[in-house]
């Protein structure tokens, strides 16, 4: 795509975002804020997921080739830009002030929005540490913290890949693509689950840690999502029965995926994500455990108003592995009792801002993408 084109995507983007704006300034206060930041961040999630799953699975489909790394080949850049863009705009519109444009002095303050932190929190050990001083670098941390959360959980799907199979169509290619598709799609939920739950709390419609008990809604959607990722990922790697019983399924090794899952901690009850990848029910536990940690982390560090410090699992000092196997889960973290029952990651391969020439490993980057300076606000308004 042509440079020229890619401008015109931004720019178009960046006119939507306001077009759907209601004609009041719904994020003139603290709390518009404050909610147009985590909304921002679970979209932004969302968003990401979305994008580096289409190329991940265009790999494993032999359509493009296996050696593109999917979050900084220059291919997927109008995508990855134009997420970016609307986490940027999202937060300038609710946090900027009265020009809706952060960083120029007139800035809704952070310390009444939940954000007098200071420093982004990071998340998965990435360098997500940038100072926070005003809603830009808001918007840059939410980046760098959303890249992190989905790129640890979409590297492991998809990290060791057998890539002789790509392309295949066999069982084996297919259930790789199952199980790729569906973690993509339970990483949106979850993010999405959590995202409504959080903009409940702020609303004050219910005062309890998400997404349980949470507003009544989320953990439900969260089990919803969980069983149809379980039974997806099953009814292609399980065997004739599509069960993940043990009886015919597809082999880890054969799949391609990691011989043992991250040793990383759950918030509460402390437990572990390792374990030995023996079978296609151990590949189901532990895509299930990390996925939710890695959305958690991010949900939680978009709302340290409510939340406050991440809880450390987010940013494990040293990650082990153990003998033990992992089986499948049943959404236990939609029905925990903990303020945000995922569990932590481990350093993550990839968190790439917009800019496409940044390694992936890096913070997100110190010059924003492009946002607007005019228009009404965003149509997450306070209500």
């Known amino acids: ?20 704006a209601s004609a009041s300034r719904a994020f003139a206060d603290a709390l518009g804020c404050e909610r147009a930041i985590a909304q921002a961040s679970a979209k932004y999630v969302q968003g990401r997921a979305k994008i580096l799953y289409k190329c991940e699975d265009a790999k494993a489909n032999n359509k493009i080739r296996d050696t593109i790394v999917c979050a900084t080949d220059p291919l997927f850049q109008p995508q990855r830009l134009a997420v970016s863009t609307r986490l940027y705009a ?3 519109l609710g946090c900027g002030g009265p020009n809706q444009d952060c960083g120029d002095g007139d800035d809704q303050p952070l310390g009444p929005a939940g954000w007098g932190i200071g420093q982004c929190p990071d998340l998965a050990n990435a360098g997500c540490t940038n100072a926070i001083t005003n809603c830009i670098h808001v918007a840059q941390c939410l980046e760098c913290t959303g890249n992190a959360a989905v790129s640890q959980a979409l590297d492991l799907t998809y990290g060791e890949f057998e890539s002789s199979e790509f392309g ?36 004050g419609r219910h005062s309890n840690p998400c997404p349980v008990p949470g507003d009544g809604q989320a953990a439900l959607r969260i089990a919803k999502a969980e069983d149809k990722k379980q039974k997806s990922i099953c009814k292609a790697c399980g065997g004739a029965d599509g069960t993940c019983d043990g009886s015919g399924d597809v082999t880890p090794s054969a799949v391609g995926f990691a011989t043992s899952c991250p040793a990383v901690d759950t918030f509460t009850p402390p437990s ?50 153990t003998t033990s196997t992992i089986a499948p889960s049943t959404s236990t973290s939609a029905t925990s009792p903990a303020t945000t029952s995922s569990r932590p990651s481990t350093p993550v391969a990839s968190t790439t801002p917009p800019a496409p020439t940044t390694p992936p490993s890096t913070p997100a980057p110190s010059t924003p993408p492009p946002t607007p300076r005019s228009g009404s606000s965003s149509s997450t308004s306070r209500s």
């Open 1 to 20: 795509m042509s440079i020229e084109r890619v401008r015109f995507a931004v720019a178009f983007l960046a006119v939507t975002v306001l077009s759907h």
């Open 90 to 92: 999202t937060v300038n």
């Open 272 to 321: 572990s994500c390792g374990g030995a990848i023996v079978d296609a029910a151990s590949i189901v536990g532990c895509v299930d455990c990390v996925s939710d940690h890695d959305v958690d982390c991010a949900s939680d560090e978009s709302v340290p108003g409510i939340v406050g410090p991440p809880p450390a699992a987010c940013n494990p000092a040293t990650t082990t592995t």
């Open 168 to 203: 295949t169509n066999d069982t084996v290619n297919r259930c790789q693509r199952a199980i790729g598709k569906s973690v993509a799609k339970y990483l949106a939920s979850r993010a999405k689950a959590l995202g409504r739950c959080w903009d409940a709390r702020l609303l």
